[in-house]
């Protein structure tokens, strides 16, 4: 059976303030690793596919990174606007076109 | 610019009784999914379409049945509510079977006493 954990639950950061979110899997087959964002009494959004080992990707002050066990979603120099909760979710191949989920990292950016 | 819309966004139900919800995609997308979303669990997949007329069961389907008797519309049913059926409810829908093509909806606050 496909799992994700992702931690921690939640972060506090002063704005500026670097850090990372962590997403362990396992998986039979990966086909894809992606990230989401969520805002509150939103649906999530988006972000990044990830589809093999050493895979890295960016957007603005976001940077998710790939090995064969985890994945981190590293943000740098954070704003107030960065805050919500973000999404990990494994795509693998026995599992057809099913996503599976993690529990999410609630990130608070304080000005 | 519509993307995916769900109604109701919040109804309140007493156990045993029956209601559906309504989710609409404007983009013309084969794969539609209804999720629940849960504290600390994350997203599970309830039921799921690949297609106009088809549908299939995702992780947690126990108590809940839908129907895609258009390409556009997928609906959620709960036949007989429960306490244990209280989540957000989330449609989506996608072009293909990636997880880079999904859209969500805003969500369906549902709330069984």
């Known amino acids: 059976e496909d799992q994700v954990t992702q931690s921690p639950e939640a972060l506090r950061l002063q704005e500026g303030e670097s850090s990372s979110l962590n997403c362990s899997y396992t998986?039979?087959?990966?086909?894809?690793l992606f990230w989401y964002r969520q805002d509150p009494g939103k649906g999530p959004e988006f972000l990044f596919t990830?589809?093999?080992a050493g895979e890295e990707k960016e957007k603005e002050r976001l940077k998710a990174t790939l090995t064969k066990k985890e994945s981190f979603l590293h943000i740098t120099a954070p704003k107030p606007e960065d805050s919500a909760t973000y999404l990990c979710?494994?795509?693998?191949?026995?599992?057809?076109?099913?996503?599976?989920f993690g529990g999410g990292t609630r990130v608070l950016v304080k000005p | 610019n519509a993307g995916v819309t769900q109604t109701p966004k919040f109804r309140v139900l007493k156990t045993g009784q029956s209601m559906t919800l309504l989710c609409a995609q404007d983009?013309?997308?084969?794969?539609m999914y209804w999720y629940r979303q849960d504290p600390g669990m994350g997203l599970r997949l309830i039921h799921y379409?690949?297609?106009?007329?088809?549908?299939a069961k995702g992780e947690v389907p126990d108590g809940y049945n839908v129907s895609r008797l258009k390409k556009q519309n997928f609906l959620l049913g709960l036949e007989s509510a429960a306490p244990s059926q209280t989540s957000v409810y989330f449609c989506?829908?996608?072009?293909?079977?990636?997880?880079?093509?999904?859209?969500f909806g805003e969500g369906s606050w549902l709330t069984v006493v």
């Open positions: 989506a829908s996608s072009h293909d079977s990636s997880g880079n093509t999904i859209y």
């Open positions: 998986v039979s087959g990966l086909r894809g």
């Open positions: 990830l589809y093999s």
């Open positions: 979710a494994v795509q693998a191949g026995a599992a057809g076109n099913k996503l599976t």
């Open positions: 983009m013309n997308h084969e794969y």
């Open positions: 379409s690949v297609g106009e007329g088809t549908t």
